[in-house]
């Protein structure tokens, strides 16, 4: 086994990230001077930026503006406060009943805007202030916010699932998103177990009652919004559509309904589309970046010898899987999502398939395990959003969000080793 290649990509790109290089450069510089072990330095150029290229070449990538730009008319269009209204008549009688809000506002807005920053950005926004004023702890209505939002990328639609997709080499977009609900919903409702005890302890104030008759009006006005889900994970499993036209089916539902509720204007659609190219050139940016990156481990045999030596040390899959956790939990915590995906895919997926783990099956416990990540200093995206719509600090959040990570976790490890939490619904529609 050459350890060199290894040495000189790792090195590298850790030492670019810590003197602060943009991620996806980080990524191209030191994909550029693993090839220069082997090879010369223009072949090395060429190399790089022509995978770089071709990596963006599929099909099944343009779903991914599309749901941006369909995240973003719905972060505009008036949705969040429409689930926050059916939310609210469903649990907010209930001990931590705004807290229990967030969750599953968080859930539905992230998995119909497949977006966790724009799921954290709507629900602190709306939620924050009205949980302050009923008695809440500002860090504790963010922490709860931060981490239920990182729910919607392993709910679908999801941009990152179909990053995997592309990374695995082409697993069943359409299976990965059915197999994301039941692992998704089952650490929302241990999150919402955990806000429901931690708000009776601390005496919070109940919310009222809601009537069968207001229950039904907020459904009802909720309805349109929840429909997107009906259609777009409809049509992708009853084979009306492919992921990348379910995306744009979902832009224009969105865009209907913002006219319809009178909440997007013709003068607003520039900006929105300017916002959307914009997150769109960044993760393609990333995409391509790290698509260079696992073309040169595969050329230096990079995952084959990561593989060997993994199995070296067992062959029991409840260890292999705890190890890959581990190292998952601690790359989420230094690295962004989309690159984790693409990079660590093809190291680790030739491991587990020998052990005979599903694609899809991994592919879930994958993104839970990097949603995590995302609620992490010093990269977490999501936990800076989180903290700056509610105006409070890491350092405060860190203490109320250390019993949800532990939660989150336990989730983690019960979707790793039930298989049948996220191949149930994909094998029960022949997927």
């Given at each position: 086994?050459?350890?060199?290649?290894?040495?000189?990509?790792?090195?590298?790109?850790?030492?670019?990230?810590?003197?602060?290089?943009?991620?996806?450069?980080?990524?191209?510089?030191?994909?550029?001077?693993?090839?220069?072990?082997?090879?010369?330095?223009?072949?090395?150029?060429?190399?790089?930026?022509?995978?770089?290229?071709?990596?963006?070449?599929?099909?099944?990538?343009?779903?991914?503006?599309?749901?941006?730009?369909?995240?973003?008319?719905?972060?505009?269009?008036?949705?969040?406060?429409?689930?926050?209204?059916?939310?609210?008549?469903?649990?907010?009688?209930?001990?931590?009943?705004?807290?229990?809000?967030?969750?599953?506002?968080?859930?539905?807005?992230?998995?119909?805007?497949?977006?966790?920053?724009?799921?954290?950005?709507?629900?602190?926004?709306?939620?924050?202030?009205?949980?302050?004023?009923?008695g809440y702890s500002k860090e504790?209505?963010?922490?709860?916010?931060?981490?239920?939002?990182?729910?919607?990328?392993?709910?679908?639609?999801?941009?990152?699932?179909?990053?995997?997709?592309?990374?695995?080499?082409?697993?069943?977009?359409?299976?990965?998103f059915l197999a994301g609900y039941?692992?998704?919903?089952?650490?929302?409702?241990?999150?919402?177990?955990?806000?429901?005890?931690?708000?009776?302890?601390?005496?919070?104030?109940?919310?009222?009652?809601?009537?069968?008759?207001?229950?039904?009006?907020?459904?009802?006005?909720?309805?349109?919004?929840?429909?997107?889900?009906?259609?777009?994970?409809?049509?992708?499993?009853?084979?009306?559509?492919?992921?990348?036209?379910?995306?744009?089916?979902?832009?224009?539902?969105?865009?209907?309904?913002?006219?319809?509720?009178?909440?997007?204007?013709?003068?607003?659609?520039?900006?929105?589309?300017?916002?959307?190219?914009?997150?769109?050139?960044?993760?393609?940016?990333?995409?391509?970046?790290?698509?260079?990156?696992?073309?040169?481990?595969?050329?230096?045999?990079?995952?084959?010898?990561?593989?060997?030596?993994?199995?070296?040390?067992?062959?029991?899959?409840?260890?292999?899987?705890?190890?890959?956790?581990?190292?998952?939990?601690?790359?989420?915590?230094?690295?962004?999502?989309t690159p984790a995906v693409l990079?660590?895919?093809?190291?680790?997926?030739?491991?587990?398939?020998?052990?005979?783990?599903?694609?899809?099956?991994?592919?879930?416990?994958?993104?839970?395990?990097?949603?995590?990540?995302?609620?992490?200093?010093?990269?977490?995206?999501?936990?800076?959003?989180?903290?700056?719509?509610?105006?409070?600090?890491?350092?405060?959040?860190?203490?109320?969000?250390?019993?949800?990570?532990?939660?989150?976790?336990?989730?983690?490890?019960?979707?790793?080793?039930?298989?049948?939490?996220?191949?149930?619904?994909?094998?029960?529609?022949?997927?």
């Amino acid at each position: 086994m050459d350890y060199l290649p290894i040495f000189v990509l790792v090195f590298s790109f850790v030492f670019f990230l810590s003197i602060g290089t943009p991620v996806a450069w980080s990524i191209s510089i030191a994909s550029l001077l693993t090839m220069l072990v082997s090879i010369p330095l223009l072949p090395s150029v060429t190399t790089v930026s022509q995978r770089m290229g071709t990596g963006l070449d599929s099909f099944a990538l343009l779903a991914i503006p599309f749901f941006i730009l369909s995240g973003q008319l719905m972060n505009k269009g008036g949705i969040a406060h429409r689930l926050i209204a059916f939310a609210k008549t469903l649990v907010g009688a209930l001990p931590g009943g705004l807290a229990l809000i967030n969750v599953i506002g968080a859930m539905l807005m992230g998995a119909i805007a497949g977006s966790a920053m724009a799921s954290a950005s709507a629900m602190g926004s709306i939620l924050g202030p009205e949980m302050e004023k009923e008695g809440y702890s500002k860090e504790f209505g963010a922490a709860v916010n931060i981490t239920s939002s990182t729910l919607g990328l392993v709910i679908p639609p999801s941009n990152v699932l179909i990053v995997y997709s592309l990374a695995s080499g082409g697993v069943s977009i359409a299976a990965l998103f059915l197999a994301g609900y039941i692992p998704g919903i089952l650490t929302g409702l241990f999150l919402m177990v955990l806000a429901y005890f931690w708000a009776k302890k601390k005496k919070y104030k109940l919310g009222e009652r809601s009537s069968l008759k207001n229950v039904a009006k907020t459904f009802f006005a909720a309805l349109p919004s929840l429909l997107l889900l009906i259609i777009v994970i409809g049509g992708i499993v009853a084979g009306v559509f492919t992921a990348t036209e379910a995306s744009a089916v979902a832009v224009l539902y969105t865009l209907i309904l913002g006219f319809v509720y009178k909440e997007i204007r013709t003068r607003d659609l520039p900006k929105i589309l300017l916002e959307s190219s914009i997150t769109t050139a960044v993760v393609m940016l990333l995409i391509g970046a790290s698509m260079s990156m696992s073309w040169v481990m595969s050329y230096e045999n990079i995952p084959q010898d990561i593989t060997t030596s993994l199995l070296s040390i067992s062959d029991n899959k409840i260890i292999i899987l705890l190890i890959i956790n581990l190292l998952l939990l601690f790359v989420g915590i230094f690295m962004d999502m989309t690159p984790a995906v693409l990079i660590f895919t093809p190291i680790f997926l030739p491991v587990v398939t020998k052990l005979g783990i599903d694609p899809v099956h991994f592919g879930i416990i994958m993104v839970l395990n990097l949603s995590i990540g995302l609620c992490t200093p010093p990269v977490g995206s999501v936990l800076f959003v989180g903290v700056g719509v509610a105006k409070t600090t890491i350092q405060k959040v860190i203490k109320p969000l250390i019993p949800l990570f532990l939660v989150m976790i336990f989730a983690l490890l019960l979707v790793t080793y039930i298989p049948a939490l996220s191949m149930w619904l994909p094998q029960l529609f022949n997927l």
